[in-house]
């Protein structure tokens, strides 16, 4: 049974498959070409040796021209062959790597949330980066045995030239080396598993490490943080020599094929004389040599398939993520442009609140309680309980999470920004905004002196994570992206924490200006009153914990 990432290569596959087959030809021309080059060479050489030891008559008889030109176009065909099927499989390579990224990273950006909260950003950048990068590999060697093919045709015809024994030994020596090479490349697959399930781990550790760098600093832990990226980076290293053994045991045995088969092939061959027997010996050992890429592949084995299993996970888990009522369509579940049917309904338990479109609803109750589990809930961040959470009078548990999320427009209490300009931050949530409607969000967000302040306006860079902000202004950036939103529900999780009063107090009533210039509703958690008292209606998530610990 072939997993989500087998059907999207055999898709990607299919999709390429003209350049595909391109690099395969010309692979198989510049194997062919190489064991026919290094033939005639060797006989070339040879006979123009005995030629020459022969007497000035025999030298001058000797035909220099015709094999030195088929030499010079031998190499010509190798050298453009061998330029064209790199370009043809790379190419094929990056047009597939186009897609399957995305793909990938939509299955990750899309993932529930008990499985999201256990990737960090250095093992999701592993997984896009490290694991998608071993797939690149392995369409570059889509080729590699087509050549194998073609070299080992010409090579055993050039061979029988010498001698049909000969011929025959470097076919079985071809034979055992794939053989044995297969069996030592998976006894020595865990180890190519070990260093994909190591690079991850340091990338994992690193970059947990470096988003905590000022208050390792702060700490005086610096020591101990560069400990921690020593102890990755030497388990990395480890599993990397164990690889580079066993690849060099490889190596060796290749290598004494090469040398087993051109001197078989030259002893059988010595009685049709020394340039044949060269051309066979020459013929057989590139013949063998031309086995190369695959023993790579060979070696690789267990790299790739702890990639695939890495990315079967992601893709896996994001299949069976969503489930969807038969024969509907996103209009048929949920349709915001109604108002009479925008109506939003939170059930917990005995504890109750309805919200309709234009509703204030504050979610109130001491740090700790859900307020903002309840808020990724509503959001599908989070999986609810059935019959926990109602919009349009569907179960929101059965709405597909692309068509929920619609309905709202989201600046989380630690929201993240872009690594990018205020303007690429702000159309996150609105790609189609003008100008007009930017600055609006800004200044409704008390952000837009500020912008205007900076070197390119909206064109400034904010640095990694709004590095070039304050905190205040960066809550406030994420506040000013969700009000370019033209979702029916703003939901605002701490919006002015961080924030002076006087500034709280501005975008509070900036705030109730804008939802009462766009009718929008707003689900508001706050601990802070200037905000609270935007909102007539409450939800004391307090008192529906106390009402459902009552009914058990």
Known sequence: ???????????????????????????????????????????????????????????????????????????????????????????????????????????????????????????????????????????????????????????????????VAASIATACCMAVLLIVADRLARRSAPLGQAVQYAAGALRETFAGLANAAPELRCFGLEPWAAAQVDDRSRALAAAQRAQTEAAGWLDLLHATAVGIAAAIAAILSAGSGAPRAALAALAAAMTIDAGTPVLRAMIERGRMRAARDRLDDILETHESTETYPQNASPRDLLDTTRPSRSALQFVLSAGTCHGRRGDRVALTGPSGIGKTTLVERLLSLRPSAPGEIWLDGLDIGLIPSEISRRSFAWAPQDAALLSGTVRDNLMLANPDADDATLWRALHDAVLDDRVRALDHGLDAWVGENGARLSGGERRRLAVARAYCSLAPWLVLDEPSEGLDRTTEKLLAVRLAQRLDTTGQGLILVSHRPALVALCPRRFDLTQAGSDRRSAA
């Open 1 to 163: 049974m072939t997993g989500p990432l087998d059907r999207l290569l055999a898709q990607e596959r299919h999709a390429q498959r003209p350049l595909l087959a391109r690099a395969a030809l010309l692979a198989a021309i510049v194997a062919a070409a190489s064991v026919l080059l290094l033939g005639l060479s060797g006989w070339f050489i040879t006979a123009a040796a005995i030629a020459g030891l022969a007497g000035p008559a025999a030298a001058l008889a000797f035909n220099y021209m015709l094999p030195s030109a088929e030499i010079r176009l031998l190499a010509i065909l190798r050298t453009g062959a061998r330029y064209g099927e790199r370009l043809a499989s790379h190419e094929a390579a990056f047009g597939a790597l186009a897609r399957i990224r995305p793909a990938i990273f939509r299955a990750l950006a899309a993932q529930p949330a008990g499985t999201a909260l256990a990737f960090g950003t250095g093992e999701a950048t592993a997984r896009l980066i490290g694991d998608v990068d071993a797939m690149e590999m392995q369409f570059v060697r889509q080729s590699a045995p087509w050549g194998v093919a073609a070299a080992l045709i010409a090579g055993l015809g050039l061979v029988s030239l010498g001698s």
